[in-house]
Nanobody, 120 residues
């Protein structure tokens, strides 16, 4: 079983910055993919950024050049640095981590979500 805990959301003015963190704990053998998604009111959940274990990072077009995803493998933690925030970035941000357990079964775990609100 894997627990995923996010932190770092809040209220910020347009043009400001926030940094989200997400840590995974549990009987983890290997992490394959770590990513961030977001869901605005009345909209579907969408991908923000994903960082595979051995590949290139992927960003939504709407955040390219403003957001940066990074990770600390030793801590099983993924970060999302968000700069030049816009009101349209307002959403609940969810962390997603996929990998395998020491029992060799796979896992696909989501965090509880953290609110990011950008005022104009």
């Amino acid at each position: 079983q894997v627990q995923v805990v996010e932190s770092g959301g809040g209220l910020v003015q347009a043009g400001g910055s926030l940094r989200l963190s997400c840590a995974a704990t549990g009987n983890i053998f290997r992490i394959n993919t770590m990513g961030w998604y977001r869901q605005a009111p009345g909209k579907q959940r969408e991908l923000v950024a994903v960082i595979p274990s051995g590949g290139n990072t992927i960003y939504a077009d709407s955040v390219k050049g403003r957001f940066t995803i990074s990770k600390d493998n030793a801590k099983n933690t993924v970060y999302l640095q968000m700069n030049n925030l816009k009101p349209e970035d307002t959403a609940v941000y969810y962390c997603n981590i996929q990998g395998s357990l020491r029992t060799y079964s796979g896992f696909n775990s989501w965090g509880q979500g953290t609110q990011v609100t950008v005022s104009s």
